[in-house]
């Protein structure tokens, strides 16, 4: 395992904790924030076309990215609610995908077969594609429309709107989840 872990695609979806850690401190500075949410993106998009195109999917990499994805939208979406840029319903919208995947996340977790089942079957799923980056589109709009200088009048009607279309496209991923997920027992 110790080798499986220094792979280019474990590492990057690694490193997306240490960014999870790093964004309460970038919060009010919101360019910052957005770099910080902009590198998350890079690595969740890098790890899995790596893994993928260069067969280095692994076990390991199948339990590694969505629990680093789960880490650093915590460490987000908790910084956003505490300095009041996203209120609870809006967390409900993002996270409808991610609610109805963790029961999944936990029976691969411990389940050895659905992980190896997963690693065997690594092809990227692409409505949860576009639930996180419509999740990435909100948060930054979240913390764009946060800042005094960069807020602009409109930008809370565009915010509810494609937090309304992420909790719809997540609910939609989510079921494309299991469904995968349950074909491939």
């Known amino acids: 395992m110790p080798a499986q872990l220094w792979t280019v695609p474990n590492v990057l979806s ?3 904790v240490p960014l999870g850690a790093v964004f309460p401190l970038t919060i009010h500075r919101p360019h910052l924030a957005v770099l910080v949410l902009v590198a998350a993106a890079v690595t969740d998009v890098v790890d899995g076309w790596w893994a993928r195109t260069r067969g280095q999917v692994t076990t390991l990499g199948a339990v590694l990215d969505p629990v680093s994805d789960k880490l650093f939208v915590v460490a987000v979406v908790t910084t ?5 840029a996203l209120g609870w319903r809006a967390v409900l919208c993002l996270a409808t995908r ?17 992980r190896e089942r997963r690693a065997k079957n690594p092809g990227a799923n692409v409505p949860g594609k576009l ?12 913390i764009l429309k946060s800042s005094p200088e960069l807020a602009a009048p409109q930008w809370s009607l565009v915010l509810r709107t494609l937090l309304a279309t992420s909790g719809i496209v997540g609910a939609f991923a989510a079921i494309s989840y299991w469904r995968r997920a349950l074909r491939s027992r």
């Open 14 to 16: 690694l490193a997306r």
């Open 98 to 114: 991610d609610i109805g995947e963790a029961p999944l996340v936990i029976w691969f977790l411990l389940s050895a077969h659905m």
């Open 80 to 84: 956003l609610v505490v300095t009041g």
């Open 131 to 142: 639930a996180t980056a419509l999740q990435f589109a909100c948060v930054t709009l979240a």
